[in-house]
């Protein structure tokens, strides 16, 4: 595995079983340095983490005593039921959180039954009681789209051309139905932030959102610079081919 520090955060590239484990050890060491009962997770969408789900689950890779603190969340949703294969958060759950045994009060679904912005105003004040006004997830997973999109920021997004002070928003996208997420000033009360992307599709995104001009409309993924000082970047060889 070899790491570097790059503009948009810790690069680090190594074998998928090495990254699925990097992945572990980033969050039980982040959650050693936040000093609060609780932990939160927020996990997101895609094969990636289903893979990584399946991964720590084999291998019971996350030590007992974190599992006991931590909450977990997705950091975006879509509006469907949890018992769609589309659901992010209903997929951790079948993943995951089930097969781990976690209680159901550690497990903080987005309240997909109420109206999309309902939702995320019943989600970010939920939240809010649980963690304080101005803490969103002690670690926050996130995955990236061939188009670089990321956390349900697709390019052009008006949440990328015009910041909301919010943490949580639903919005419709264009031929993708409504999506509940968090929000770059969201993503800005993050603890720690890690972005999985693996394989050949990702390499051109990859290089884009790392090697062109800061222009996070056209590549959201671009955010992530934000918040550079701690992410981490989880890429295999063929998604970082295309890197200098
Ligand atoms: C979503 C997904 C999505 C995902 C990427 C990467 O709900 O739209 O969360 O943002 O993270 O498409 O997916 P892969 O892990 O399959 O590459």
């Not at 879509?78 to 997929?91: A, E, I, T, W, Y």
């Not at 969103?136 to 061939?146: A, Q, S, V």
Request: net charge positive.
């Amino acid at each position: 595995m070899t790491e570097k520090l790059t503009a948009y955060g810790r690069l680090i590239v190594g074998t998928k079983e090495e990254l699925f484990a990097k992945a572990v050890a980033i969050a039980v060491e982040q959650a050693k340095r936040v000093n609060s009962s609780r932990f939160s997770w927020a996990l997101t969408g895609g094969s990636t983490p289903a893979d990584w789900y399946r991964w720590c689950v084999k291998y019971q890779s996350i030590p007992e005593l974190e599992l006991r603190r931590a909450d977990f969340t997705v950091s975006d949703e879509r509006h469907v039921p949890l018992s769609s294969d589309q659901s992010n958060f209903g997929n951790a759950d079948r993943l995951l959180l089930t097969p781990l045994g976690l209680a159901p009060s550690q497990r903080v679904p987005w309240p997909v039954e109420l109206l999309p912005s309902d939702a995320a105003t019943r989600y970010a004040a939920d939240w809010a009681t649980r963690f304080g006004r101005n803490r969103t997830y002690d670690i926050c997973f996130l995955g990236m789209g061939d188009d670089a999109h990321t956390a349900s920021w697709f390019p052009g997004s008006p949440l990328l051309k015009n910041e909301v002070s919010d943490l949580f928003v639903a919005r419709d996208v264009a031929g993708k139905g409504w999506r509940l997420t968090l929000t770059p000033a969201g993503l800005r009360a993050c603890g720690a932030v890690v972005v999985m992307t693996l394989g050949p599709t990702k390499a051109e995104a990859l290089a884009r959102v790392m090697q062109s001009e800061y222009n996070p409309v056209a590549f959201p993924a671009q955010i992530l610079k934000t918040v550079a000082d701690r992410a981490f970047w989880l890429v295999d060889e063929i998604a970082a081919a295309r890197l200098k």
